[in-house]
């Protein structure tokens, strides 16, 4: 019997036959990806609303009076929560991963469609949980995004009863989503590539989310475990991580436990996640820059080797958020010194992207704006974090604003920037449509300047010593007016951003009706997502031949070429020889045709 | 191709088709296999954290060892029987003879079921002698293990059901083969998981 390849398999494709089918239990990546987008989104809006409404309250706090100091932690635990957890993970692995892999690879679906619509309506389940825990009891959990023990379980704590029972339910429904859109993406990565797409052929997205993927299904178990234990000592009374507390006079029946246990299961998990948004944001990125320069990725063996590299180092540095918690001075050594090593294949992929755009013929498209301000972010967010991996240049600045400002940079407004830059980037393939390229700079500039003026002097703040976690800083000594005021700036400033973000959904929603046609590949890129027959792709994705891969996927500004990009499935047989290298105009025209 | 050498690969210079239809660098093998797999190293590390978990909190002032009831020597033999018949299921599944099949296939869920029972009634018996989920922390992990690991089965025995369904009614074996197979590997990897649990149970 003949080789049907997996990516080719009829069978696997369930085609819809009625418009619910179709949109809403659809078993086609193309749709799942965008559904999972949309919720993330739309989960991310109302973390960004919290984050208003807490920069309100810091930039001014005796004016509005929004919220009262529980709510205000509160907002601090969901703003992140959501943030880390529900927006970026699911938006990069379920919306990027899910639209672009089967793409990518030339295959025609997901391996295991049924499963993908799954994940998709799991993962709305856990967000849905998450989202009760707005409506019960004392409201959501105001433990602080790392949920740590005692204090989340603790009467003074808001959201002690209901809120946090929900988040960990809600954590625990996600991980079970995760994982069954996790297998997914790896196992139609290794076995549903097309004809002559090898490992190394992969696009760098590809091969983040692949990397990113391997990670959060080897990292999101440590979660799981320490919010299985974290619900029995909440629920049912034992002592996993409960030490014994006396609570308004009275001895709670916990004895015994280990909050830093927990500590330790949650950043083992906590750091890798770091990457898990990464490495997704390194290869979309990569491939952006690389499309709008015209030339091919800088090192492309090299930034899939870094990335390899990221992933696995990734999982020997989690105590470096805790050095504050007190640990024996030669694991303080040790974490210090693998967190300053994971800088090194980080450095070189930025060291690789600048490199690509070295003598590039650079196209200022949105995308592109939206890559090259990512740059400038992780440069500044990657440097910080080198000065917070020391243990003694940690433990003063890890209670300040520093850390805030760092870690907003670094996986806040970076992988963002990489969110626009990639819907921007992908969006006349998703809808068949342009977007308005004025819009989409101006939202560019709004998000890029505001949110330097957001962070930077936040870094400042922390130098003071200005704590974080405050509801309100109060009147002490070693706190000037001019940080009050710096921190008034900083809100306008976050609410400029917030409001710019109103010109990204005007422009996408806009655009969908209104936005020109768009060109089969109007970038002129070389992987094989822009090859597709129909733009946007149908169902199936390849018509009735899967495509031939005959090269890797950055072949751009080849000289001699007939265009500046040479696509994936080109044979070579079509390349001119080096004798042609001055090619003639008419043999040029006739070779094209072919 | 190797690992090494995959990634050695300097895909910008090499041009041209390689390899045949078959994804190179490929599994020889079901991609629901690949899956299951991928899965069991995600259930094995859930299963190691709980296992270091317990290490570190044992190490506490507080902990009384909990003695483990006879009971789960009996109910380890039940889930050992379950998967010799799985492997003999699966072992029939690649011969030219299905007969007997649906007796070990079927013989083998049944078994996992008497398991679970068995640890149910375990849990009563540790009830009545007054050791409560969160008397102590061994008790609380002794409930937890056993707890999580009778999840992961419960989850076999869904796809179990689906398959004896298919069997039961008229299905050629055949048609059930990958499953017989994937069951087949994920009992064993649960009985592993039981035998190091229990050991650890009964050892600290």
Not at chain 1, 65 to 74: M, R, T, V
Not at chain 1, 222 to 229: D, N, Q, R
Request: net charge neutral.
């Amino acid at each position: 019997m003949a080789y049907v390849p997996l990516a080719d398999q009829e069978q696997e494709l369930h085609h819809p036959h009625s418009w619910v089918t179709k949109y809403v239990w659809s078993q086609d990546h193309k749709v799942i990806a965008i559904q999972y987008a949309v919720t993330a989104i739309a989960v991310g809006v109302v973390a960004l609303v919290l984050s208003l409404m807490m920069r309100m309250q810091l930039g001014f706090p005796e004016t509005f009076n929004l919220i009262d100091p529980s709510e205000y932690y509160q907002a601090v635990t969901m703003h992140g929560m959501i943030m880390v957890v529900y927006l970026l993970t699911a938006l990069f692995m379920g919306g990027f991963g899910n639209y672009l892999i089967p793409l990518m690879c030339g295959s025609r679906d997901m391996v295991f469609p049924f499963m993908n619509m799954l994940s998709y309506w799991v993962y709305l389940l856990s967000v849905l949980i998450l989202m009760a825990s707005f409506f019960v009891g004392e409201g959501p959990t105001g433990g602080g995004w790392t949920l740590y023990p005692p204090q989340t379980n603790l009467a003074g704590t808001p959201g002690h009863d209901s809120g946090i029972v929900l988040m960990l339910i809600s954590l625990a429904v996600f991980i079970v989503a995760f994982t069954m859109g996790g297998l997914n993406y790896v196992v139609t990565t290794l076995q549903s590539r097309c004809r002559g797409l090898t490992m190394m052929r992969l696009p760098l997205s590809v091969w983040g989310i692949f990397v990113a993927t391997c990670l959060a299904l080897f990292a999101f178990p440590a979660l799981l475990v320490a919010a299985i234990m974290m619900l029995f000592d909440t629920l049912l009374g034992t002592s996993f991580f409960m030490p014994a507390v006396i609570e308004s006079g009275t001895p709670l029946d916990h004895n015994g436990g280990s909050p830093v246990l927990f500590q330790h299961l949650f950043w083992f998990f906590g750091h890798p996640e770091v990457y898990i948004v990464a490495l997704p944001a390194f290869g979309l990125v990569s491939d952006v820059l690389s499309v709008h320069a015209r030339k091919n990725i800088f090192g492309y063996r090299m930034m899939v080797w870094a990335i390899i590299a990221i992933g696995a180092l990734s999982f020997i540095v989690w105590a470096h958020h805790m050095y504050v918690s007190g640990m024996h001075p030669y694991f303080g050594f040790f974490f210090a010194t693998t967190t300053l090593i994971i800088a090194v294949p980080t450095a070189l992929k930025v060291y690789n992207w600048v490199l690509t755009l070295y003598e590039g013929d650079i196209r200022l498209n949105a995308p592109m704006y939206f890559a090259i301000g990512f740059i400038f972010t992780f440069i500044h967010g990657g440097l910080t974090g080198l000065f917070l991996g020391n243990v003694i240049i940690d433990l003063p600045l890890s209670d300040t604003y520093f850390v805030v400002a760092h870690f907003h940079m670094v996986m806040g407004v970076s992988p963002v920037l990489v969110v626009f830059a990639a819907i921007y980037h992908w969006y006349p393939k998703i809808t068949g449509r342009m977007f308005h390229e004025g819009m989409a700079k101006l939202h560019f500039w709004c998000t890029f300047l505001g949110t330097y003026a957001i962070y930077l002097p936040m870094h400042y703040l922390g130098f003071l010593g200005v704590p974080r976690r405050y509801y309100a800083l109060g009147t002490t000594d070693f706190i000037p007016q001019s940080a009050q005021d710096l921190n008034t700036a900083i809100t306008i400033a976050a609410l400029f951003v917030g409001a710019s973000q109103l010109l990204f959904f005007s422009n996408m929603l806009w655009s969908l009706r209104n936005g020109k046609k768009a060109d089969p590949n109007p970038w002129g890129a070389a992987s094989l997502e822009w090859q597709t027959a129909e733009t946007p792709p149908i169902h199936g994705n390849w018509g009735a031949e899967l495509p031939t891969v005959y090269r890797w996927a950055y072949d751009y500004s080849v000289p001699g070429a007939h265009k500046d990009f040479i696509p994936q499935n080109t044979p070579e047989s079509i390349e001119p020889t080096m004798d042609e290298q001055h090619f003639d105009p008419d043999l040029d025209k006739s070779k094209a045709d072919l | 191709m190797s690992l090494l050498k995959t990634l050695g690969d300097k895909s910008w210079e090499r041009k041209g088709i390689i390899g045949g239809l078959k994804p190179v660098g490929a599994f020889d093998t079901a991609p629901e296999k690949v899956a299951l797999v991928f899965f069991l190293v995600v259930a094995s590390v859930v299963f190691s954290l709980f296992t270091v978990s317990y290490f570190i909190r044992m190490e506490l002032p507080d902990w009384t060892p909990l003695a483990d009831p006879a009971k789960l020597w009996l109910n380890t033999g039940l889930l050992a029987i379950s998967s010799v018949l799985f492997q003999w299921a699966r072992n029939i599944s690649s011969s030219t003879s299905t007969r007997n099949i649906k007796t070990a296939f079927i013989g083998g869920g049944v078994f996992a079921i008497l398991f679970i029972a068995g640890q149910l009634s375990a849990w009563q018996d540790l009830n009545n002698a007054g050791h409560y989920i969160a008397s102590n922390p061994a008790n609380s992990f002794f409930y937890l293990f056993t707890a999580v690991h009778a999840v992961h089965l419960l989850g076999g025995l869904w796809v179990w059901s689906k398959s004896s369904i298919k069997l039961l009614s008229g299905s050629e074996p055949k048609e059930v083969r990958l499953s017989i197979q994937l069951c087949t590997l994920y009992w064993h990897f649960l009985l592993i998981v039981w035998l190091v649990l229990f050991a650890v149970l009964s050892n600290t």
